[in-house]
Structure formats: C-alpha cells, structure tokens
C-alpha cells in the first residue's frame, strides 16, 4: 500500500472542543432524565418503603407536573461543572493515549483514567450537587420547612450564609467515592463494552452500538454505584447546621435502621436516569465530535 492509499491518522481534538463538547451532552441528555433524578432523590430520602409509582402518583398529584422538573437549574450547572470536567479529562486522556500508543488500553488503564476523572469532577460538581438534592426534595418537606430556593444561584448564597462556603462541599467524600464507582463502570466499561460488541457479535459503529453498549454499562453503573449514591444523598440533604457525618458513618447507620437492601433503594429510577443519560450523553458526544471532524476535513 503506497503512502498515499494509507488511511489518514484522525488528528487529536483540541481540548478546548473536548471539555466543551462533554458539558453539552451531559446537559441535553440530563434536560431528558430529570424527572427521574427527583423521583430518585425523593426515594432514597424517605425511611419507609415506596415505590416508584408512589412516587409518580404523588408528585404528581400533590405538587403538579412541573414538580418533576424541581431543580433542573441546578441538575445544568451539575452537568456543566461535573461531566465537563470528567468526560473532558477522560476523553483528553484516551486521546493522549491514542497519540502515543497503537493498541488499545486495557481494562485497567480505562479504568484508571475514568476513577481519576471521575474525582476531579465530583470534587469541581459538588456544589450543584448539594444544591440538585436540595432542590429535588424540597416538595416533600412541610411547607414551613421548606428552603424554597428559586433557583441554583439563590441556593448556593443560602447554603453559604447557613454553614459557610465549605457547606456547598458537603458530602463531597461520598460523592468523589460515588463518582470513582459510576466512572470505572460507566466509562471504562462502556468502552469495553463496545470494543467487545464491536468484535465478538460484529456490531458496526453507529447508534446501535452507542445504544447497547450504554444500557449494559448503565446498568452496571447502577448497580455499583447506589450505596455510594443514597449515602452522599442523605449527607447532602442534611440541615447545614452541625456536624456532618462521615460516608461509612452514614452507609452504616442506613444499613442498621433499614437493612443491606436499603443501599439499593431507587434502584429502577436510578437506572432509568443513568441508562438513558449514558446512552444520550456518548450518542451526543459521539454525534458532536463526527459532526465536528466533517467541518474540520472540509
């Protein structure tokens, strides 16, 4: 093959496009799944048993459709701070990789770069977090205990005036933990997965592909990441006021009031979040970046 017939070696993306690209999908994809992450946060903050149509039924009816939608200020801001710097960070690492080595990395090399992005981001995104779990379950409050912020911004100033500038970093070790778990399984994984659909079962690149190996990873993400996910919910929805108590202090005290199976309260609408999120976040992603290298080619 002369050198003119070889394949042309796709150039590194800028990082600028990187970072901004990550931020993009996870807010298009987050404007979709919202409604679950309320019904998620509103779960896993009641002791008692419900269900997911409970919930439904009862946002619903008490609150009003828009209820389902409490918080998506905050839930943007998330996805601005959060997946901007961990799907950045991740992607930037893959590409370095793909620049200076010829094979694929392996399993732990993938899972390396997702647990490292995944701390940076959390640490950046906890205070859009504290703010989203607030928000998310403000309507299950009497009204005379409600914070009633208006939006993300109000409620970063009154998190702040209540406990300090450290408040809005409330629960932050829990969510770095939480985030480590939901990256290696998420990204590393959905690399993996689609590597090995790709080879084993002869799937093409294209959406059916995004798709399927989103949902496994998802699920796995799910499944991995919910003692973690319950625990920083439960620190972050805390009265500023006090002490805050440490992820095994908490995971502990959920384990003895409510048993084991309690960490996996909300699992389905956690998993009808971050199934759907991952499969809409890398199909965006991946969209944006084909788009992309068509205008660059041109």
């Known amino acids: ?44 903050l009641q002791q008692e048993k419900t269900s997911f149509g409970a919930v439904i039924r009862s946002v619903y009816k008490n609150e009003g459709f828009l209820k389902f939608y409490s918080g998506l200020s905050a839930g943007l801001v998330r996805q601005a701070t959060y997946t901007t710097v961990r799907l950045g960070i991740y992607n930037q690492l893959q590409e370095y990789w793909k620049q200076r080595h010829p094979e694929k990395p392996n399993f732990g ?8 992005a995944g701390a940076a981001g959390a640490f950046v995104g906890t205070p859009a977090e504290v703010a989203l779990v ?62 090995l659909m790709a080879t084993k079962f002869n799937l093409k690149e294209g959406l059916l592909l995004h798709f399927c190996a989103s949902m496994l990873s998802g699920f796995l993400t799910t499944f991995n990441s919910m003692p973690f996910d319950i625990t920083k ?6 009265k500023s006021a006090g002490k805050t108590p440490s992820m095994i202090v908490m995971m502990a005290s959920i384990m003895k009031t409510e048993g084991v199976v309690a960490l996996w309260k909300g699992f389905w609408p956690t998993y009808c979040r971050i199934g759907p999120h991952t499969v809409l976040t890398f199909i965006i992603n991946e969209q944006i970046v084909k788009l992309y290298r068509l205008w660059a080619d041109q």
């Open 1 to 44: 093959m002369s050198e003119s017939e070889k394949p042309k070696k796709k150039q590194p993306l800028p990082p600028l496009f990187t970072f901004l690209n990550a931020g993009l999908s996870g807010m298009a994809a987050t404007c979709v799944v919202h409604p679950m992450d309320v019904i998620k946060n509103r779960i896993q």
């Open 109 to 116: 090399i993938l899972a390396l770069m997702a647990g490292t």
């Open 134 to 195: 607030r928000m998310t379950a403000d309507g299950r409050l009497p009204k005379d205990q409600r914070r009633n912020y208006k939006n993300v911004f109000h409620a970063f100033t009154s998190i702040s005036k209540e406990g300090g500038i450290t408040a809005l970093w409330r629960g932050s070790v829990a969510t770095m933990g939480r985030a480590i778990v939901v990256n290696v399984s998420q990204l590393a994984t959905y690399s993996q997965a689609k590597f």
């Open 233 to 238: 919910t439960r620190i972050q929805n805390l």
